[in-house]
């Protein structure tokens, strides 16, 4: 019994404007990335790309506003978990902090260059 080959989808073309707002808004998410080298890179990063593509495209904007409401919501939970210290619990807290920080950008930035929404967990918006 012979199977027929899979199908594949033709391959997606995109127009020149739809690739430029994809790729910034992948950079909005990996520049939250920015935290790790140097300290609020994870802020300045998407404050940077919101405030240079916010008159040209408004769809980067929103993507920059949401990974800054969410290093602004992983900076306050770090530093709960920085008080928490005393009691132990905080270092683990921690560690898992700035690894759900690190997956969670990783898969913005994916969803970003997909076209696709995405919503980072536990956010609380402190910009609209």
């Not at 994809?22 to 609020?40: E, N, Y």
């Not at 306050?76 to 997956?103: D, E, F, T």
């Amino acid at each position: 019994m012979d199977t027929p080959p899979p199908v594949v989808p033709p391959p997606v073309t995109l127009t020149p404007a739809e690739a430029q707002i994809r790729t910034w808004s992948m950079l909005a998410h990996l520049s939250a990335l920015g935290g790790f080298l140097i300290p609020f890179g994870n802020i300045l990063g998407p404050i940077i790309v919101w405030q240079v593509k916010k008159h040209e495209m408004p769809a980067v904007v929103e993507h920059a506003k949401a990974v800054l409401n969410f290093q602004l919501s992983c900076l306050l939970y770090l530093i709960v978990s920085a008080l928490l210290i005393l009691v132990v619990i905080g270092i683990p807290l921690m560690v898992i902090i700035g690894l759900g920080n690190l997956i969670c950008v990783i898969i913005g930035a994916l969803k970003a260059n997909d076209a696709k929404p995405w919503s980072y967990p536990l956010t609380i918006r402190f910009i609209s």
